[in-house]
């Protein structure tokens, strides 16, 4: 009991002095942050918890609620696309087991000092699902060209926008993530959202700043009536430009990079062949000449 008790405290004391030093995240727009919040509050999977429920609901309880926790995960699970079998309350309750259970190895079998590090153990599973993100983002962020530039196609034959993201997602069956996510943001329309609702709310899911530029793009085209063909194959252009020049530095820093493993791994094993057949001779009484 005590050994819980300390690993508890531990917790909450490195918990609340990361929330305390972490910068506070500032909204990007009034609505779209309204309507997070409202969405949230819908579909948090937080909401069974009780406050006179068991130990773990007062736990999740404590690090959703007290520690500002919640919009932290809801977030995170947003940007995974809203895996059905990955809830927020999930992913609390595997940082909670995977913070116990190698707290508690290391507490057994090195030192119970390392029960200190118990905060550390607890966002070790955060960087899996960061990984998971930035993985999924690159995915639509590959295939978001092509959908510019299908959407410029389509709207040029006479189409509005939305009918043209219809059109286009209709067109295949294995759709990728960012054609799921635009078949929401159609869906969202059909079931009552305004235009500009479910366009902010596609930026909200994605997370990528391309994608935020182009509603912005299609909403500014909305609102003044200016030709959106011609700002879209703009966009397509200058995003496949600087796709291009981040693959460039990325080339020319793959040389830098090199260097490290060559020096640490290619480099000692040819200097041990050159050198093993005189270190030999050496060691058996000279050189041959």
Not at 91 to 117: D, K, N
Not at 167 to 183: G, M, P, Q, S, W
């Amino acid at each position: 009991m005590g050994l819980l008790l300390i690993v508890v405290s531990s917790l909450a004391l490195g918990i609340g002095l990361y929330r305390l030093f972490s910068p506070p995240v500032k909204p990007e727009g009034g609505s779209i942050t309204d309507l997070v919040t409202h969405q949230t509050k819908e579909t948090s999977s937080f909401a069974k918890l009780r406050r006179d429920g068991s130990l773990t609901d007062k736990l999740d309880l404590f690090l959703a609620k007290d520690l500002k926790m919640e919009a932290r995960l809801e977030n995170m699970y947003m940007l995974l696309g809203n895996p059905a079998k990955q809830t927020p309350l999930q992913m609390l309750h595997t940082r909670e087991l995977t913070c116990f259970i190698i707290t508690g190895i290391l507490a057994l079998l090195v030192s119970p000092i390392a029960i200190i590090a118990a905060p550390i153990f607890f966002f070790l599973p955060d960087l899996v699902l960061i990984k998971k993100i930035e993985e999924r983002q690159r995915e639509m962020l590959g295939n978001f060209p092509t959908l510019v530039d299908l959407s410029a196609l389509v709207i040029e034959s006479g189409l509005d926008y939305m009918t043209a993201f219809e059109r286009i997602i209709k067109i295949t069956d294995d759709k990728t993530a960012l054609e799921l996510e635009v078949e929401k943001m159609i869906n969202e329309v059909q079931l009552g959202y305004s235009r500009r609702e479910a366009l902010q709310r596609l930026a909200q899911r994605t997370g990528l700043q391309e994608i935020r530029s182009f509603v912005g793009l299609i909403i500014q085209s909305d609102e003044l009536g200016t030709s959106l063909v011609d700002l879209l194959r703009n966009f397509s252009t200058d995003m496949r430009f600087r796709r291009l020049n981040r693959a460039e530095k990325l080339a020319a820093q793959a040389s830098t990079k090199m260097l490290v493993p060559m020096f640490i791994f290619i480099f000692p094993v040819v200097f041990i062949l050159m050198l093993a057949p005189m270190v030999a001779d050496l060691a058996t009484g000279g050189m041959p000449f």
